[in-house]
């Protein structure tokens, strides 16, 4: 039987790549045959992402997805390689706290990750994409990670809802004006995830004020998952890697949410 997802001689860049989903991302391409440009704030974290059998197949380069230079630089690495196929918007924050106390710099900072880092990398992404088309016969996709506080409120998440619930809609806007080039966006929206997103949050609170220890938070948690686990990584980039291949190729403006039934509670 054919391989129903094969990246071979194709141009993937994936943002936030240096740990968590973006590095299972990267790798998940890089495995499937893709070339992999793997961006991230953190050198260090990137290093280890292309390390070992991923050597040549995964090409790194530091990024800071709020700046447009740094998305200049990105495109121009893009254009060594000779053409670009998918774009991976997953870089983001997670800021927590209660909505009545939030710093409206918190709201500021995460839409400027969540939100504008995706706008201009698609802004940027957009022209190279048609070359793709034009040149190689390129079907292209943009897959955007919002999260399921972009479907359904969370407490304590307000303005990173807030921003995820953005760029749910501005992939779906995006998608309908880009329908007709070739070019298909999607955003997926993982659930609870065992990753380090929102590793330094302040302890959850009881009725009473005093802090919740981590296990009986987790327990917590675990009751709201109808599968009764956190989603991994590795239930995540295969997702991606789907709405990025010609498996996908009639699917635009969805959006997929991995949540294990959180949301359908």
Known sequence: ?????????RVIVVTGAASGIGRATARQFAELGGQVLATDRDPAGLETTSQGHFEG??????HDVTSQADWREVFAAVRSLGRLDVLVNNAGIMLAGPFEDAPLDDLR???????EGPFMGMQGAIPLMKESIAKHG???SIINVSSVYGQVAGARYAAYSASKGAIKMLSKAVANELAT???RVNSIHPGPTATNLGANHPPQLDATGEAISATAAMANWLRLIPMGRFGTVDDIAP????????????ITGAEIVIDGGYAAV
């Open 57 to 62: 197949s995964i090409t790194t380069l530091r």
């Open 239 to 250: 997702v991606i890697a789907f709405l990025a291949s010609d498996a996908a190729g009639y």
């Open 109 to 115: 900072r995460q839409y400027q990750i969540n939100v």
């Open 138 to 140: 390129a079907r292209p």
């Open 1 to 9: 039987m054919q391989q129903l997802i094969d990246m071979t001689g």
């Open 181 to 183: 080039t070739g070019i």
